[in-house]
Each structure stands twice: as structure tokens, then as C-alpha cells.
């Protein structure tokens, strides 16, 4: 059941399952690189899941402050958005304006007011600003194509670590399969027990923060961008 989801902590090997007495399944290093001493410290496949439903119990965050997050996510959003709205309004106007601009000019080296030298100088300057301009325009289009469906798919998530440990615990050797391939990354195994529990983001972060987090910390957590509010924002996509 839990093979392919733990490696040995002393040689990085893969562990593999045994089953005793036609019933106690044990777990050990599979001792591939032949020089490990942790093959022979045979594990209990009980004390495992029980260590592993325990850990999914840290996952649990007040669902009351995941609430006021998740809206205070939506209204940052919201503003973000009127902003982003506001620069693609602008540069769009100013994308309009060179256009006049031009037209003006053309008009002014035809009836002859500036001499050519002139005119091609203010020409090139209004190509310039046309080239910065569409470039920013196509920025500001093509940023997180979707932020509210990444926003949703946190939460939800928020809402799976919740209930992770429960689930866990009263479901069948099958789930907890679907449960383990869903939640963890990689978790090692040491004299019998696991010694480091890894998750996948963003379950990683919600185990790193406390069971009653203050709302600064739900925010902050793990943010390296000033835009990104991590568990909030993901660098990889979700599925
Ligand atoms: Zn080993």
C-alpha cells in the first residue's frame, strides 16, 4: 500500500513491502546500491499509517480564517484587476493618440511647415513609443490568464487538508493510494519509522503553518513575489 510514496533516509533507495505470516505486511530498504544496513529494520505497515494519518492531522486549518482569507483574496483581486484595467485603458489611449499624432504630422511636412530632416526625426519618435506602448499593451493581457480559478483551487485544497486526516483513516488500502499519490511528494524511512513527511504544495504549506494562523501569516506564508500571496499562488499549475 504504501510502496512507490517512501524511500530509505541512510542510502535514498526505494522501500518495498513484505508480508509476514501471510498477514503483517513490513516495510524495508530494498538495499539496491547493497550496502545498506536498514534492509533488515523491518517496519510496521500499522505504525506507518498511523504515523502518516497522525502528520495529516497538522494539515487542519481553522476553516473560519481560510474564510476570511479566501475573501480578502478575492477583493485584492478585484482591485488588481480594476488597476490592470485601468493601465490597459490608458495605454490603449495613448496607442490612439500616436495615431493622431502621426496623421498631424504628415499633414505638417505636407504643406510644407517642417523640412524632411524634421519629419522623419518626430516619425521615428512616434514608431518608438508605438513599439513600447504594444508591448506593454500585450503585458498587461497576458498576465495569469486565470487568477480567480487558482484562487478556488486553493481554497478547495484548504478544504481536502482539512478533512485529509479523516478521510484517511477510514478509507480502504485503494484511497489511501489515491490519497497518498495526491497529497505527499516524498517521505523517508529510518530504524523503522519515518523520519521526514513531505507534501506537495500547497499541502506543504498549510502543514508549516500553525492550526490557528493570524491572517498575516495565512498571507504571507512562503511569499516571494509582492503580488504572490502564497499557498495562494502556485509557480507550477495545478491539476
Ligand atoms: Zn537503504
Given at each position: 500500500?504504501?510502496?512507490?510514496?517512501?524511500?530509505?533516509?541512510?542510502?535514498?533507495?526505494?522501500?518495498?513491502?513484505?508480508?509476514?505470516?501471510?498477514?503483517?505486511?513490513?516495510?524495508?530498504?530494498?538495499?539496491?546500491?547493497?550496502?545498506?544496513?536498514?534492509?533488515?529494520?523491518?517496519?510496521?505497515?500499522?505504525?506507518?499509517?498511523?504515523?502518516?494519518?497522525?502528520?495529516?492531522?497538522?494539515?487542519?486549518?481553522?476553516?473560519?480564517?481560510?474564510?476570511?482569507?479566501?475573501?480578502?483574496?478575492?477583493?485584492?483581486?478585484?482591485?488588481?484587476?480594476?488597476?490592470?484595467?485601468?493601465?490597459?485603458?490608458?495605454?490603449?489611449?495613448?496607442?490612439?493618440?500616436?495615431?493622431?499624432?502621426r496623421s498631424r504630422l504628415v499633414d505638417t511636412f505636407t504643406t510644407g511647415d517642417i523640412d524632411e530632416a524634421l519629419y522623419r526625426h518626430k516619425l521615428q519618435t512616434i514608431d518608438n513609443e508605438e513599439v513600447t506602448l504594444t508591448k506593454q499593451s500585450e503585458q498587461l493581457q497576458i498576465e495569469n490568464p486565470n487568477?480567480?480559478?487558482?484562487?478556488?483551487?486553493?481554497?478547495?485544497?484548504?478544504?481536502?487538508?482539512?478533512?485529509?486526516?479523516?478521510?484517511?483513516?477510514?478509507?480502504?488500502?485503494?484511497?489511501?493510494?489515491?490519497?497518498?499519490?495526491?497529497?505527499?511528494?516524498?517521505?523517508?524511512?529510518?530504524?523503522?519509522?519515518?523520519?521526514?513527511?513531505?507534501?506537495?504544495?500547497?499541502?506543504?504549506?498549510?502543514?508549516?503553518?500553525?492550526?490557528?494562523?493570524?491572517?498575516?501569516?495565512?498571507?504571507?506564508?512562503?511569499?516571494?513575489?509582492?503580488?504572490?500571496?502564497?499557498?495562494?499562488?502556485?509557480?507550477?499549475?495545478?491539476?
Amino acid at each position: 500500500m504504501l510502496s512507490g510514496f517512501i524511500t530509505c533516509q541512510k542510502c535514498g533507495c526505494a522501500i518495498t513491502a513484505e508480508i509476514k505470516k501471510q498477514k503483517y505486511i513490513y516495510y524495508h530498504c530494498t538495499n539496491g546500491r547493497g550496502n545498506c544496513d536498514q534492509k533488515s529494520q523491518n517496519a510496521k505497515e500499522e505504525v506507518i499509517d498511523s504515523y502518516i494519518a497522525k502528520d495529516m492531522e497538522e494539515l487542519y486549518i481553522s476553516q473560519k480564517m481560510v474564510d476570511i482569507v479566501y475573501k480578502a483574496k478575492l477583493e485584492e483581486l478585484a482591485d488588481l484587476e480594476t488597476y490592470e484595467n485601468h493601465a490597459l485603458n490608458t495605454v490603449q489611449k495613448a496607442l490612439e493618440s500616436l495615431k493622431t499624432r502621426r496623421s498631424r504630422l504628415v499633414d505638417t511636412f505636407t504643406t510644407g511647415d517642417i523640412d524632411e530632416a524634421l519629419y522623419r526625426h518626430k516619425l521615428q519618435t512616434i514608431d518608438n513609443e508605438e513599439v513600447t506602448l504594444t508591448k506593454q499593451s500585450e503585458q498587461l493581457q497576458i498576465e495569469n490568464p486565470n487568477p480567480y480559478a487558482t484562487i478556488e483551487l486553493v481554497y478547495n485544497r484548504f478544504k481536502q487538508g482539512n478533512t485529509m486526516a479523516e478521510r484517511y483513516k477510514t478509507a480502504s488500502p485503494e484511497q489511501k493510494r489515491i490519497i497518498l499519490s495526491e497529497s505527499l511528494s516524498n517521505s523517508f524511512l529510518l530504524n523503522r519509522n519515518i523520519v521526514d513527511l513531505q507534501y506537495q504544495k500547497p499541502y506543504s504549506d498549510f502543514r508549516n503553518l500553525p492550526k490557528k494562523p493570524s491572517f498575516l501569516e495565512m498571507r504571507r506564508r512562503g511569499d516571494s513575489n509582492s503580488r504572490g500571496l502564497s499557498p495562494w499562488r502556485f509557480s507550477r499549475p495545478l491539476h
